[in-house]
């Protein structure tokens, strides 16, 4: 049985800010997307695929530089859905996010009202 896995590497990548890869149960490696800063930066956690696509988070990059959360296709195509750091809104998401009943739910490792993170959560 062959099947194809997907996951996320903290650095690396053509701009050093980490990547989203995929490999197949028999071996072959390909890098889907190389985040660039700007669209976010070094991944700390993995991915949650809903209905075929993947999102996730990552700790640095986007608008303010505190992370971001984002979607992407399996064939690579990426979208930040959120920067973190305007407001109370959180910063530096790291922890893997969590998918039940149509909700996506995850943590920040700082930010807030008390600085301390937040919990958020998103509708794909």
Not at 20 to 41: Q, R, Y
Not at 111 to 118: F, K
């Amino acid at each position: 049985m062959t099947g194809t896995l997907y996951g996320t590497t903290e650095g690396g990548g053509t701009h050093q800010h980490g990547t989203v890869f995929s490999i197949t149960t028999d071996g072959a490696e390909k890098v889907l997307h190389s985040f660039n800063g700007s669209d976010g930066g070094f991944l700390a956690a993995s991915l949650v695929d809903v209905d075929g696509m993947l999102y996730g988070t990552t700790v640095n990059g986007g608008a303010y530089d505190l992370g971001t959360l984002f979607s992407m296709t399996r064939s690579g195509s990426e979208k930040a859905l959120h920067s973190f750091g305007k407001g109370t809104d959180g910063a530096s998401p790291a922890a893997g996010l969590y998918y039940d009943g149509g909700i996506l739910v995850g943590t920040t490792q700082a930010g807030g009202v008390y600085g301390g993170g937040i919990v958020f959560s998103l509708r794909p």
